[in-house]
Protein backbone atom coordinates (compact mmCIF):
# COMPACT_ATOMS: atom_id res chain seq x y z
CA UNK A 1 0.00 0.00 0.00
CA UNK A 2 1.62 3.08 -1.13
CA UNK A 3 2.30 6.34 1.08
CA UNK A 4 0.82 9.55 -0.74
CA UNK A 5 1.31 13.21 1.11
CA UNK A 6 -0.93 15.83 -0.25
CA UNK A 7 -0.48 19.35 0.96
CA UNK A 8 -3.56 21.88 1.91
CA UNK A 9 -6.31 18.73 1.38
CA UNK A 10 -8.97 20.21 4.48
CA UNK A 11 -11.25 21.63 1.10
CA UNK A 12 -11.08 22.30 -2.57
CA UNK A 13 -8.93 20.68 -4.49
CA UNK A 14 -6.59 19.37 -2.09
CA UNK A 15 -9.68 17.22 -0.14
CA UNK A 16 -10.91 15.70 -3.47
CA UNK A 17 -6.70 14.76 -3.85
CA UNK A 18 -7.21 12.88 -0.55
CA UNK A 19 -10.67 11.43 -1.18
CA UNK A 20 -9.55 10.19 -4.72
CA UNK A 21 -6.29 8.23 -2.82
CA UNK A 22 -7.95 7.20 -0.25
CA UNK A 23 -10.80 5.86 -2.30
CA UNK A 24 -8.48 3.94 -4.86
CA UNK A 25 -6.61 2.34 -1.67
CA UNK A 26 -3.32 4.35 -1.06
CA UNK A 27 -2.59 5.66 2.89
CA UNK A 28 -2.84 8.98 2.90
CA UNK A 29 -1.16 11.97 5.02
CA UNK A 30 -2.51 15.66 4.69
CA UNK A 31 -2.21 19.23 6.71
CA UNK A 32 -3.38 22.21 6.62
CA UNK A 33 -3.25 25.51 8.92
CA UNK A 34 -7.28 24.67 10.55
CA UNK A 35 -9.17 20.98 10.57
CA UNK A 36 -11.87 20.69 9.77
CA UNK A 37 -14.76 18.41 9.66
CA UNK A 38 -13.95 16.71 6.72
CA UNK A 39 -10.84 15.65 8.53
CA UNK A 40 -12.61 14.38 11.56
CA UNK A 41 -14.74 12.38 9.00
CA UNK A 42 -11.42 11.06 7.67
CA UNK A 43 -10.12 10.48 10.55
CA UNK A 44 -13.27 8.08 12.17
CA UNK A 45 -13.70 5.94 8.51
CA UNK A 46 -10.15 5.72 7.29
CA UNK A 47 -8.38 5.55 10.61
CA UNK A 48 -5.00 4.47 10.48
CA UNK A 49 -4.71 4.96 6.83
CA UNK A 50 -5.18 8.29 7.40
CA UNK A 51 -3.19 11.08 8.85
CA UNK A 52 -3.79 14.68 9.43
CA UNK A 53 -1.55 17.40 11.50
CA UNK A 54 -2.12 21.33 11.31
CA UNK A 55 0.39 22.78 9.57
CA UNK A 56 1.61 26.26 8.04
CA UNK A 57 4.05 25.31 5.16
CA UNK A 58 5.94 28.92 5.86
CA UNK A 59 7.10 26.92 9.15
CA UNK A 60 10.20 25.27 7.95
CA UNK A 61 10.79 23.54 11.17
CA UNK A 62 7.32 22.34 11.09
CA UNK A 63 7.67 20.52 7.99
CA UNK A 64 10.46 19.13 8.84
CA UNK A 65 8.41 17.37 12.49
CA UNK A 66 5.42 16.94 10.07
CA UNK A 67 7.43 14.56 7.57
CA UNK A 68 8.80 12.66 10.84
CA UNK A 69 5.16 12.36 12.11
CA UNK A 70 4.07 11.05 8.73
CA UNK A 71 6.80 8.23 8.62
CA UNK A 72 6.40 7.09 11.52
CA UNK A 73 2.45 7.04 11.29
CA UNK A 74 2.13 5.41 7.40
CA UNK A 75 5.59 4.64 6.53
CA UNK A 76 8.02 5.62 4.13
CA UNK A 77 6.18 8.76 1.67
CA UNK A 78 6.13 7.61 -1.90
CA UNK A 79 4.28 10.30 -3.56
CA UNK A 80 4.56 13.94 -2.91
CA UNK A 81 1.39 16.45 -3.92
CA UNK A 82 2.10 20.23 -3.69
CA UNK A 83 -1.25 20.94 -3.52
CA UNK A 84 -1.44 23.79 -1.16
CA UNK A 85 -1.65 27.07 -2.50
CA UNK A 86 -2.96 31.04 -1.92
CA UNK A 87 -4.17 33.54 -4.54
CA UNK A 88 -5.03 37.40 -3.77
CA UNK A 89 -6.38 39.00 -6.70
CA UNK A 90 -5.08 42.39 -6.94
CA UNK A 91 -3.41 44.68 -9.32
CA UNK A 92 0.36 44.57 -8.71
CA UNK A 93 0.56 48.52 -8.25
CA UNK A 94 -1.71 47.91 -5.29
CA UNK A 95 -0.75 45.13 -3.46
CA UNK A 96 0.72 44.96 -0.19
CA UNK A 97 4.09 43.61 1.27
CA UNK A 98 2.10 40.72 3.65
CA UNK A 99 -0.26 39.58 0.31
CA UNK A 100 3.24 39.36 -1.96
CA UNK A 101 5.06 37.48 0.99
CA UNK A 102 2.41 35.22 1.66
CA UNK A 103 1.63 33.93 -2.00
CA UNK A 104 5.70 33.32 -2.18
CA UNK A 105 5.97 31.72 0.67
CA UNK A 106 2.99 29.33 0.56
CA UNK A 107 2.92 28.33 -3.35
CA UNK A 108 6.78 28.44 -4.20
CA UNK A 109 8.69 28.00 -0.48
CA UNK A 110 6.56 25.74 0.97
CA UNK A 111 6.59 23.46 -2.19
CA UNK A 112 10.23 23.52 -2.00
CA UNK A 113 10.83 22.74 1.77
CA UNK A 114 8.49 19.88 1.45
CA UNK A 115 10.22 18.65 -1.77
CA UNK A 116 13.32 18.87 -0.19
CA UNK A 117 12.75 17.18 2.79
CA UNK A 118 10.41 14.37 1.10
CA UNK A 119 12.64 13.50 -1.31
CA UNK A 120 15.62 12.79 0.44
CA UNK A 121 13.89 9.18 1.80
CA UNK A 122 12.70 8.95 -1.52
CA UNK A 123 16.21 8.87 -3.42
CA UNK A 124 17.12 6.44 -1.03
CA UNK A 125 14.44 4.02 -1.97
CA UNK A 126 15.04 4.50 -5.73
CA UNK A 127 11.05 5.62 -6.55
CA UNK A 128 9.21 8.19 -6.07
CA UNK A 129 6.60 10.67 -7.93
CA UNK A 130 6.24 14.25 -6.92
CA UNK A 131 3.47 16.29 -8.85
CA UNK A 132 2.92 20.00 -8.13
CA UNK A 133 -0.24 21.69 -8.82
CA UNK A 134 0.37 24.50 -10.62
CA UNK A 135 -1.87 26.33 -12.91
CA UNK A 136 -2.98 27.63 -16.72
CA UNK A 137 -2.24 31.15 -15.74
CA UNK A 138 1.47 30.38 -14.95
CA UNK A 139 1.39 29.96 -18.43
CA UNK A 140 -0.91 32.49 -19.67
CA UNK A 141 -1.07 34.89 -17.42
CA UNK A 142 -4.15 36.53 -15.59
CA UNK A 143 -5.18 40.37 -14.72
CA UNK A 144 -4.76 40.59 -11.12
CA UNK A 145 -3.05 37.37 -10.67
CA UNK A 146 0.58 38.77 -11.30
CA UNK A 147 2.33 37.63 -8.37
CA UNK A 148 -0.02 34.52 -8.18
CA UNK A 149 1.17 33.44 -11.69
CA UNK A 150 4.52 33.88 -11.24
CA UNK A 151 4.51 31.50 -8.39
CA UNK A 152 3.13 29.06 -10.85
CA UNK A 153 5.17 29.32 -13.81
CA UNK A 154 8.11 29.18 -11.43
CA UNK A 155 6.45 25.89 -9.98
CA UNK A 156 6.60 24.82 -13.49
CA UNK A 157 10.58 25.34 -14.05
CA UNK A 158 11.19 24.06 -10.49
CA UNK A 159 9.53 20.99 -12.21
CA UNK A 160 11.79 20.90 -14.78
CA UNK A 161 14.85 21.27 -12.85
CA UNK A 162 14.28 18.93 -10.16
CA UNK A 163 13.05 16.25 -12.74
CA UNK A 164 16.53 16.33 -14.18
CA UNK A 165 18.08 16.03 -10.42
CA UNK A 166 16.33 13.10 -9.37
CA UNK A 167 14.99 10.73 -12.86
CA UNK A 168 18.32 8.55 -12.17
CA UNK A 169 17.06 7.44 -8.75
CA UNK A 170 13.64 6.73 -10.46
CA UNK A 171 11.65 9.53 -9.46
CA UNK A 172 9.57 11.31 -11.68
CA UNK A 173 8.64 15.32 -11.34
CA UNK A 174 5.82 16.61 -13.12
CA UNK A 175 3.20 19.65 -12.83
CA UNK A 176 -0.76 19.61 -13.30
CA UNK A 177 -1.59 22.66 -14.28
CA UNK A 178 -5.61 23.30 -14.38
CA UNK A 179 -7.92 25.86 -15.47
CA UNK A 180 -10.42 27.61 -13.49
CA UNK A 181 -12.14 25.05 -11.12
CA UNK A 182 -15.00 25.21 -9.08
CA UNK A 183 -13.26 25.73 -5.33
CA UNK A 184 -13.19 28.41 -2.86
CA UNK A 185 -10.44 29.82 -4.21
CA UNK A 186 -12.35 30.86 -7.61
CA UNK A 187 -15.90 31.94 -5.31
CA UNK A 188 -13.75 35.26 -6.27
CA UNK A 189 -14.84 35.32 -9.98
CA UNK A 190 -17.80 37.11 -10.50
CA UNK A 191 -21.27 35.92 -12.81
CA UNK A 192 -19.85 37.59 -16.12
CA UNK A 193 -16.22 36.24 -15.59
CA UNK A 194 -17.67 32.41 -15.07
CA UNK A 195 -19.76 32.63 -18.01
CA UNK A 196 -16.58 34.14 -20.03
CA UNK A 197 -14.59 31.58 -18.93
CA UNK A 198 -17.02 28.63 -19.83
CA UNK A 199 -17.94 30.37 -23.29
CA UNK A 200 -14.30 30.03 -23.69
CA UNK A 201 -13.52 26.28 -22.77
CA UNK A 202 -13.92 24.00 -25.55
CA UNK A 203 -15.40 21.33 -23.04
CA UNK A 204 -18.33 24.39 -22.13
CA UNK A 205 -17.64 24.21 -18.10
CA UNK A 206 -15.41 24.78 -15.33
CA UNK A 207 -13.29 22.09 -14.19
CA UNK A 208 -14.05 19.36 -11.01
CA UNK A 209 -11.58 18.05 -8.72
CA UNK A 210 -11.91 14.74 -9.76
CA UNK A 211 -10.84 15.86 -13.57
CA UNK A 212 -7.65 16.95 -11.59
CA UNK A 213 -7.53 13.86 -8.89
CA UNK A 214 -8.17 11.28 -11.81
CA UNK A 215 -4.92 12.55 -13.76
CA UNK A 216 -2.96 13.06 -10.61
CA UNK A 217 -3.76 9.16 -10.01
CA UNK A 218 -2.71 8.30 -13.24
CA UNK A 219 0.85 10.29 -12.72
CA UNK A 220 1.45 8.41 -9.54
CA UNK A 221 0.76 5.24 -11.13
CA UNK A 222 3.18 2.27 -12.34
CA UNK A 223 1.80 3.53 -16.12
CA UNK A 224 3.52 7.06 -15.90
CA UNK A 225 6.91 5.55 -15.15
CA UNK A 226 8.47 7.25 -18.33
CA UNK A 227 6.68 10.98 -17.94
CA UNK A 228 8.71 13.10 -16.30
CA UNK A 229 9.56 17.23 -16.64
CA UNK A 230 6.33 18.03 -17.88
CA UNK A 231 3.23 20.37 -17.45
CA UNK A 232 -0.20 18.29 -18.01
CA UNK A 233 -2.62 20.96 -18.78
CA UNK A 234 -6.29 19.71 -17.55
CA UNK A 235 -8.52 22.97 -18.99
CA UNK A 236 -11.09 21.66 -20.89
CA UNK A 237 -8.89 23.14 -23.62
CA UNK A 238 -9.30 27.16 -22.78
CA UNK A 239 -5.63 27.67 -23.25
CA UNK A 240 -5.46 25.18 -26.37
P1 LIG B 1 -8.51 26.23 -1.59
O1 LIG B 1 -9.90 25.72 -1.73
O2 LIG B 1 -8.31 27.61 -1.10
O3 LIG B 1 -7.68 25.20 -0.66
C1 LIG B 1 -6.32 25.45 -0.36
C2 LIG B 1 -5.83 24.42 0.65
O4 LIG B 1 -4.48 24.72 1.00
C3 LIG B 1 -6.62 24.41 1.94
O5 LIG B 1 -6.64 23.11 2.48
C4 LIG B 1 -5.81 25.35 2.83
O6 LIG B 1 -6.10 25.11 4.21
C5 LIG B 1 -4.39 24.92 2.43
N1 LIG B 1 -3.36 25.94 2.71
C6 LIG B 1 -3.34 27.22 2.30
N2 LIG B 1 -2.25 27.85 2.78
C7 LIG B 1 -1.58 26.93 3.53
C8 LIG B 1 -0.38 26.98 4.31
N3 LIG B 1 0.36 28.11 4.42
N4 LIG B 1 0.02 25.86 4.96
C9 LIG B 1 -0.71 24.72 4.87
N5 LIG B 1 -1.85 24.60 4.14
C10 LIG B 1 -2.29 25.71 3.50
O7 LIG B 1 -7.74 26.18 -2.99
P2 LIG B 1 -7.96 25.18 -4.24
O8 LIG B 1 -8.79 25.88 -5.24
O9 LIG B 1 -8.34 23.84 -3.77
O10 LIG B 1 -6.47 25.15 -4.82
C11 LIG B 1 -5.59 24.06 -4.57
C12 LIG B 1 -4.40 24.20 -5.52
O11 LIG B 1 -4.87 24.21 -6.87
C13 LIG B 1 -3.64 25.51 -5.32
O12 LIG B 1 -2.26 25.29 -5.47
C14 LIG B 1 -4.14 26.39 -6.45
O13 LIG B 1 -3.23 27.36 -6.80
C15 LIG B 1 -4.35 25.34 -7.54
N6 LIG B 1 -5.29 25.73 -8.58
C16 LIG B 1 -6.58 26.03 -8.27
C17 LIG B 1 -7.43 26.41 -9.32
C18 LIG B 1 -8.87 26.77 -9.05
O14 LIG B 1 -9.53 27.20 -10.00
N7 LIG B 1 -9.39 26.61 -7.86
C19 LIG B 1 -6.98 26.46 -10.64
C20 LIG B 1 -5.65 26.14 -10.88
C21 LIG B 1 -4.82 25.76 -9.86
P3 LIG B 1 -5.89 26.26 5.34
O15 LIG B 1 -6.40 27.54 4.76
O16 LIG B 1 -6.65 25.76 6.53
O17 LIG B 1 -4.43 26.30 5.61
Given amino acids: MKVVLVSGGSKGLGAGLVASFLDAGYKVATCSRTPNQQIEQWQQIYGNRFFFQTLDLSDTSGCREYVRNVQSQLGDIDILINNAGVAHTAVLALSDDASIDRIVDTNLKGTFQLSRIVSRPMLSLGWGRIINISSIVGLSGYRGLSV ?86 VDGGISA
Fill in 148 to 233: YSATKAGLDGFTRALARELGARNITVNSIAPGYLTTEMTDELNDRQRTQIIGRTPMGRMGTVEDVASTALFLASENADFITGQVLV
